[in-house]
């Protein structure tokens, strides 16, 4: 009953009853969802999710990555905080999100805040402690779970464990050991008299002594082999998860021992153990940018997400079929890639979750790499949104926003509308960026949107939870010219998707599939998906979801 309330409720939202609730003020007027014309779940669909037992409320989710600098000012000043993110809520509701990942929120030198002075504060730029917990205590309410960004690999170089240490060493005499009962801190992070012995040897100057920073001179590489140092972070996890956050984004992760697997897998290992102690169920994705056979690897370790970034990124397989598009070859590659991704993850972590995502804050814009075409951009948002386990969509993707260039080009300000209200200031040493598809303000109201389609989406993968439980095999019968056929299957439930990777229209027979409906349909170019008989008219670049049963 739970389940077809909420698809029923999925459809009202989609057909303009907002999910705003009377908890907060946005600063930012967005104004009511327009009506969306047509219904992107059919009747057959809805009379089917009725019989569905409750809905999944676990950590398979649809998560939204937040800069909080770039997301919404609430007091004026030009940058994000935490008010003016709490103030949006109601409008990431309104989307369909479930989770929110928050890039650094503690204090730090830097306006990315990668390199922290403090793991139990909020920096003052974002606001205070208070905002944190009534964000926390709105996102509740309104069943969105919180991760944060947990940087361990590194601290700031402004963090007082690495000054008491430095600090410590200048007062040493040449060639005295250091001694751990007068300075624990030194043990904290990797120092030595020898630059050779040490990746990336930063000076302490004044000193003969050295340490290892490869990000930057202001991230001092933490000594994660060291018992004292896994007790704080074992101690800020359960911080942090005290308060009611379900998680944490693992920065790094291939970066604790560079280069060596085998010891990443183990600081993995004990990092969701750490987690799963504090809460059974703590969400823990760990960032591990590296090959499909690499990323597999670390799936050893049992944590339950990483980023899949075979899929994405602008080398990834969306992007690349996405570049194949009206190519058979490349289309048909689609779906079995799915397949070998999921057997592989499964074959080293039977509990994976994957994380899919288009891009983050690190890598160029999707409307970058999908050439501005919006069609291109849509079916990428839907390749993603229908991918199994937890989705990741980074903040302003679901408007097509643009983002290339350094790294602050690719964190400017969501793009709210063009009055300026509620919109953030560009990050240091960032360009303009011209976004190419119109602000939330011009796309809420236009049915054809990305924004509009990124819900429907969205939509449809809540109300099939085959779509985002389900194990996903080619299905080879449908796999053929442009159309991409992957099939779900989640305990007796089972659903289709097909998608058409062309510009032009492709047609589907689906005689061998007589028992089966037309549930839900994405339509990137305005033409309707229709089911002729047994002919299925796929539209340029559009998508059907089918489900067993008349
Ligand atoms: C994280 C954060 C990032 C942050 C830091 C530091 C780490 O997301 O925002 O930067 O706290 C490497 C690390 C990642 C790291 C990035 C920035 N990201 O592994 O953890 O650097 C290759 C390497 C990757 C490498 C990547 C980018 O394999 O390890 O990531 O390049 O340098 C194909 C290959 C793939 C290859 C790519 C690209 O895809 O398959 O292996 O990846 O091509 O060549 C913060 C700030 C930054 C600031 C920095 C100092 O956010 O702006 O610059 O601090």
């Given amino acids: 009953m739970k389940r077809i309330l909420s698809a029923i409720l999925c459809l009202l939202l989609l057909a303009g009853c907002s999910g705003k609730t009377d908890s907060n003020t946005a600063p930012v007027s967005t104004g009511a969802a327009k009506p969306s014309e047509g219904a992107v779940l059919t009747e057959a669909a809805l009379t089917r999710i009725a019989t569905l037992g409750e809905s999944p409320d676990d950590n398979y989710r649809v998560w939204y990555e937040v800069f909080v600098y770039s997301f919404c000012d609430s007091d004026g000043d ?13 409008y990431l509701q309104e989307l369909g ?30 606001g205070t402690m208070a905002d944190f917990d009534a964000l926390l205590a709105d996102c509740e309410r309104l069943g969105i779970r919180v991760i944060l960004d947990l940087v361990v690999n590194h601290t700031g170089s402004e963090h007082p464990w690495f000054k008491t240490a430095v600090q410590y060493l200048k007062t040493l005499p040449a060639g005295a050991a250091p001694n751990p009962e ?38 001092p590489d933490l000594n994660l082999d060291n018992p004292a140092v896994r007790k704080e972070v074992e101690n800020i996890m359960a911080f942090w998860m005290d308060k009611g956050v379900a998680g944490f984004r693992l920065d790094a992760a291939k970066e604790f021992h560079t280069g060596n697997t085998t010891k990443n897998v183990e600081v993995l290992s004990w990092l969701q153990q750490a987690a799963t102690a504090i809460d059974p169920e703590a969400y823990m994705v760990a960032e591990v940018w590296d090959t499909f056979a690499n990323v597999t690897a670390y799936y050893e370790s049992g944590i339950t997400s990483i980023f899949n970034y075979p899929f994405g990124n602008s080398d990834g397989k969306i992007t690349a079929v996405l570049r194949g598009a009206g190519n058979p070859s490349v289309v048909t590659t689609y779906a079995t890639a799915l397949e ?19 891009s983050n804050h690190d890598v160029g814009r999707i409307a ?28 302003g993707e679901e408007l097509g926003m643009a983002g290339s260039g350094n790294d602050p ?19 240091p ?41 389900g194990r996903t095999t080619a299905e080879t019968a449908l796999n053929t010219g442009c159309v991409s ?22 047609l589907a027979d689906l005689s061998a599939y007589a028992d089966w409906t037309l549930a839900a349909s994405l339509s990137a170019d305005g033409n309707a998906i229709t089911l002729d008989g047994t002919t299925l008219h796929l539209p340029a670049y559009g998508v059907a979801v089918l489900i067993p049963g008349r």
Wanted: proline letters at 6%; aromatic letters at 14%; a negative charge.
């Fill in 78 to 90: 030009g940058i994000g905080d935490l008010n003016g993110l709490r103030g949006q809520l109601p």
């Fill in 97 to 126: 999100v479930t989770g929110l990942w928050l890039m650094p929120i503690h204090p730090s030198t830097t306006y990315h805040k990668y390199n922290v002075s403090d793991y139990y504060a909020i920096d003052p730029q974002y």
């Fill in 182 to 219: 007068e300075c624990p801190y030194v043990d904290y992070y990797s120092f030595s008299t020898d630059a050779t012995a040490i990746r990336a040897p930063k000076e302490v100057t004044g000193t003969d002594w050295w340490y290892e920073a490869p990000f930057s001179y202001d991230m």
């Fill in 340 to 358: 070998k991704a999921d057997k592989a993850y499964l074959g080293k972590n039977p509990d994976y979750i994957d994380a899919p995502f288009l």
């Fill in 368 to 395: 970058g790499f999908a050439q501005r075409n919006e069609q291109k951009v849509k079916l990428a948002g839907a390749m993603n949104i229908l991918m199994s386990g937890s989705v990741f969509i980074y903040y």
């Fill in 409 to 427: 080009s690719k964190r400017v300000a969501m793009y709210w509308n063009d009055s300026g209200e509620g919109m953030t200031r560009l990050p």
């Fill in 429 to 469: 040493d960032a360009t303009e960026q011209a976004h190419p598809f119109g602000s939330l303000a011009a796309q809420r109201d236009d049915d054809s949107s990305i924004y509009n389609y990124y819900r429907q989406a969205i939509a449809i993968r809540k109300a099939l939870p085959a779509i985002s439980h």
């Fill in 485 to 506: 056929a992957q099939r779900k299957t989640w305990g007796d439930e089972t659903c289709i998707i097909l998608m058409n990777i062309s510009p032009d229209q492709a």
